[in-house]
Structure formats: structure tokens, C-alpha cells
């Protein structure tokens, strides 16, 4: 998907650091370089930002082949890998980012992973006189591609205060939602509401197709009453026609859904429902559906 044109507040050119140019990572990094940043983009893959900086490439556009060489003379490190163990290479690993950062300059994650995980680093970075805001995102790739991300932080307000404008290049929304490792809490928030609300539909709509029912024309009758949701808006027709080769991966909600329910063991909260889901998750994966979207789960309830 190539990244659209979108109009871009006037804000005063950072020089910046991207690592991790996959599905999310390389839109997000093309707004940055659209919207007059100095970016430099670290990827594992080297190919991939070969890739990304042909497509973004002018003079203010450079690639690194390691996150500290990234990083170096970077006022803000943007990150979006896969998981914890993949943020901690690129943080604290060989060859990582905080090692190359200047004193001051704020790391700024955008991977789904743990609130433990953001509490350790950001008293890491506090500790080598850098900052650190854990910034996980919703919107999936279409969100990424259009610059319409929503994203929740957690963190201190001084360094929040610093990114939010520039972060609002690839963004609808910024917001800090509390301390370290807050903006991860309310991700994990997000994918519970998501878990619980697919399941539901798609019981909804098996049974409807077991009816007999003109389903198309009943989401449109009620989408447009209180059963109304964006997954009923964006994936209920597809999931009908039983079409799941896009959006957001079973492997990657089954990792979310795995910090959620680790968090919930902690925090004591009670998620049967999620719990549940989750275990359907893990039957699509059987299904051989780890790469399918999420609304798949719609799969095991019309098979056979
Ligand atoms: P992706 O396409 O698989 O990209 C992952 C990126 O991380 C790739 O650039 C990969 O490099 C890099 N990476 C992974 N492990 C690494 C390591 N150990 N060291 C260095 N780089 C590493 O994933 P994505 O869809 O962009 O998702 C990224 C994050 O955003 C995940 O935490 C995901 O849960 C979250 N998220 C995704 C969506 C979505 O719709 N896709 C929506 C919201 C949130 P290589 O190119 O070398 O593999």
C-alpha cells in the first residue's frame, strides 16, 4: 500500500529515528519523511529500508544498519517491532538504540508489548538520562497507511509534550493515558473490547446464515441501530462471504491477547470471556489461519 498524500501541521523539522519498517512501521515512517522530519530508518531486513527510503528518498532521508547508528544525534527514536523480546534487542541488545541516543532524546515505542516491559525500560532510559513513552497504536495497516492512527501513551508529560506533535503526523489522535507502561494497560483494553465484540458477531452472523437470512441486508438494517460497530461496518460483509486475507493477524491478536491475560493474573481481573476467545484464536491457528484477519474467527462456527 503506498502512503496517500494528507496535510501535515506546520511543525518545527526533528531529526528522527524509525526502526522496524514492517506492515505498520514503513507508512508510519513515510509520513514522518512527508511531513519535513530528518528521518533515518533502521530495518533487520536491510532490503526493507533499501525499499522505503527509494520510495521517501530526498536528501533528508538516510538508512542505518544498526538501531544505534540510527539513533545517534536522533532528538526522537521511533520504534514498531514484532514483540517484548524484539524491543528489548533494539533498545538494549548489541548494537542497540539506547546506546547511540544523545542525552535528552526520547525513545517512543509503538509495538504492542507488555506494561512490564515499558516500566523496565523507561527506568533504563531514566537511568542513562534518556526518556522513554510506551505508544502502542490501534487502527491496523489502513490506519498506518492514511496517517489516522490512534495512539495511547503512557509516560511523562514533559517528554509526551515533546513527541505528540511530531507523532501527529501519522496520527488522528495522541494521547497520554497515564504513567510508564499505561498506554500498553490501555491497548490491552482496546484488544479485550475487540476479543469479546468478534466473537459476537460472528455467532450473529452464523446463526443468521443458518436462518436463511439475507445477511448483507440485515447489517444494513442493523448498522444502522444499537448492535452497530466499526468491526460490524468494516468486517461483517467480508466476514459473510467468509474473505479473511487482510487486516490484522490471528498470530498477532493471540500475542496481545497473551499479555492481556498474563496482566490479568497479575491484576486479578476476571476474563472469562476473553479467556475463551482466545482458545478459539488458537483453534483458526489450526485452522491454518495464524496470517488470517481477526474477523476469521467467524471460521470455525460456518465450517462443515
Ligand atoms: P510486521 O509487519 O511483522 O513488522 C515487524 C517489524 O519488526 C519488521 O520490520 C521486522 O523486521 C521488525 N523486527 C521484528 N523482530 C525484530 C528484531 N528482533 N530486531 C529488529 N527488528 C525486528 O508487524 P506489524 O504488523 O508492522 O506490527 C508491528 C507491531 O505493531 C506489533 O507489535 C503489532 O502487534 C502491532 N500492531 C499491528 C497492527 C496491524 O494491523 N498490523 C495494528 C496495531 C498494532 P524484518 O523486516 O527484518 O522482519
Redesign the pocket.
Known amino acids: 500500500m503506498n502512503t496517500p498524500t494528507r496535510t501535515y501541521d506546520a511543525v518545527p523539522a526533528q531529526t528522527v529515528a524509525f526502526?522496524?519498517?514492517?506492515?505498520?512501521?514503513h507508512p508510519m515512517a513515510g509520513h514522518l519523511a512527508r511531513a519535513g522530519h530528518r528521518v533515518t530508518v533502521y530495518?533487520?531486513?536491510a532490503a526493507?529500508a533499501a525499499d522505503w527510503a527509494k520510495t521517501y528518498g530526498d536528501a533528508s532521508v538516510k538508512t542505518a544498519d544498526t538501531p544505534q547508528l540510527a539513533a545517534a544525534g536522533a532528538d526522537i527514536v521511533f520504534a514498531?517491532?514484532?514483540?517484548d523480546?524484539?524491543l528489548q534487542?533494539?533498545t538494549t541488545g548489541a548494537d542497540g538504540a539506547f546506546a547511540g541516543m544523545k542525552p535528552g532524546a526520547v525513545f517512543v515505542d509503538?509495538?504492542?508489548?507488555s506494561a512490564e516491559i515499558a516500566r523496565q525500560l523507561h527506568g533504563e532510559a531514566l537511568r542513562r538520562g534518556l526518556q522513554f513513552i510506551d505508544a502502542?497504536?490501534?487502527?491496523?495497516?489502513a490506519g498506518a497507511v492514511n496517517g489516522a492512527l490512534t495512539v495511547m501513551c503512557g509516560g511523562d508529560a514533559t517528554p509526551f509534550a515533546r513527541i505528540k506533535p511530531v507523532a501527529m503526523a501519522f496520527s488522528k489522535a495522541v494521547t497520554l493515558v497515564g504513567g510508564s507502561g499505561a498506554g500498553q494497560l490501555a491497548k490491552m483494553v482496546n484488544q479485550v473490547c475487540i476479543a469479546g465484540l468478534v466473537q459476537g458477531l460472528s455467532e450473529a452472523l452464523a446463526f443468521g446464515q443458518r436462518a436463511g437470512l439475507d445477511l448483507p441486508l440485515v447489517l444494513d438494517v442493523i448498522g444502522k441501530g444499537a448492535a452497530q460497530s466499526w468491526q460490524m461496518d468494516n468486517r461483517g460483509k467480508t466476514m459473510v462471504e467468509g474473505k479473511f486475507d487482510f487486516?490484522?493477524?490471528v498470530d498477532?491478536m493471540r500475542?496481545?491477547l497473551g499479555l492481556v491475560l498474563e496482566e490479568a493474573r497479575r491484576n486479578g481481573a476476571q476474563l472469562p470471556v476473553t479467556a475463551l476467545v482466545d482458545q478459539f484464536y488458537a483453534e483458526v491457528q489450526t485452522m491454518g489461519g495464524q496470517r488470517w484477519d481477526t474477523s476469521s474467527l467467524i471460521a470455525r462456527l460456518t465450517r462443515g
Do not use: E, I, Y
Request: aromatic share 6%; net charge positive; glycine share 20%.
Open positions: 526502526l522496524g519498517l514492517g506492515v505498520m512501521g530495518n533487520r531486513t526493507k514498531c517491532v514484532g514483540n523480546a524484539d534487542q533494539v509503538h509495538t504492542t508489548a502502542p497504536v490501534s487502527g491496523g495497516q487486516g490484522f493477524a498477532w500475542k496481545d
